[in-house]
């Protein structure tokens, strides 16, 4: 068994802060195209330092940027 992302919350964070996706991939240090793979989960690599820089942008714990199933 692994935890699988399942859905990404990182828009939630956004609406709730009244952001875009460009502010913090500006914020971050990415392209907006690299975050909309993240968001998307075409891709799931990210670094556990990038995920801490992207929870501290949104006011949240890394554990809120994604819903996560164990399969």
Same mark, same amino acid.
Request: contains cysteine; charged residues 30%.
């Given at each position: 068994?692994?935890?699988?992302? !399942?859905?990404? *919350? ?5 609406? *709730?802060?009244?952001k875009k996706q460009q502010w913090l991939a500006d914020k ?5 195209? *690299?975050? %909309?793979?993240?968001? #998307?989960? *075409?891709?799931? #690599?990210? %670094? ?13 714990? !890394? &554990? &809120?940027?994604w819903k996560w199933e164990v399969r």
């Amino acid at each position: 068994m692994e935890p699988i992302p !399942v859905r990404c *919350r990182i828009p939630e964070h956004l609406e *709730r802060i009244g952001k875009k996706q460009q502010w913090l991939a500006d914020k971050v240090g990415m392209s907006k195209s *690299r975050l %909309s793979e993240i968001v #998307n989960l *075409r891709s799931t #690599n990210i %670094s556990i330092k990038r995920a801490v820089l992207i929870a501290y942008y949104l006011e949240c714990k !890394v &554990d &809120d940027l994604w819903k996560w199933e164990v399969r």
